[in-house]
């Protein structure tokens, strides 16, 4: 990327602030969204994030994280295929094992596969790590992950 390059997107940021009060807040998500894909994909992330993926099965989850977190990201799965409903054994274990490797890293817990399966790690998780993981719910519409912070105290506590 040439310096002209640059001083055009630093112009049009320029215009994009100066215009930020007639923008809806939709269309600021998406630019919030586009920056942090650029950035992500420029710097790699800023924080040290691990997406734990539940079940790894049909879906191309791995290359919908990467497109929207980064190529850089961490990502574990805990099973594969299909599993009996009585994994949660396993779950639970692998799960002990990833907090401790990653105690220092936020996690992301993608919820696939059996319900069950997704609520025993988030579990797991929040119970060896003393916080709660964030949980990734996929929006088709958007073909995007929403975040969804499941800790009760903020549910409870934060205005509606």
């Known amino acids: 990327m040439n310096q002209n390059n640059i001083n055009e997107w630093l112009e049009d940021?320029?215009?994009l602030i100066r215009n930020l009060t007639k923008i809806t807040s939709e269309e600021f998500k998406k630019a919030q969204d586009l920056f942090e894909r650029i950035s992500n994909t420029y710097y790699g992330t800023k924080e040290t994030k691990l997406f734990i993926i539940v079940n790894?099965?049909?879906h191309p989850i791995v290359p919908a994280l990467q497109d929207q977190f980064g190529r850089q990201i961490t990502v574990e799965v805990l099973t594969r295929g299909n599993v009996p409903m009585d994994a949660e054994k396993i779950i639970?274990?692998?799960?002990r094992t990833?907090?401790?490797k990653y105690r220092d890293y936020q996690i992301y817990i993608v919820p696939s596969g059996f319900p069950y399966l997704a609520v025993a790690a988030y579990?797991?998780?929040?119970?060896t790590l003393a916080r709660h993981p964030i949980w990734l719910q996929y929006d088709r519409e958007s073909g995007k992950y929403l975040k969804k912070?499941?800790?009760p105290r903020k549910l409870l506590t934060e205005d509606v």
């Not at 639970?92 to 799960?95: M, S, V």
């Not at 579990?123 to 119970?127: D, E």
């Open 13 to 15: 940021g320029i215009r």
């Open 56 to 58: 790894e099965g049909l």
């Open 92 to 95: 639970a274990q692998k799960c």
């Open 98 to 100: 990833l907090a401790e």
């Open 123 to 127: 579990n797991v998780l929040q119970q």
């Open 149 to 151: 912070n499941l800790d």
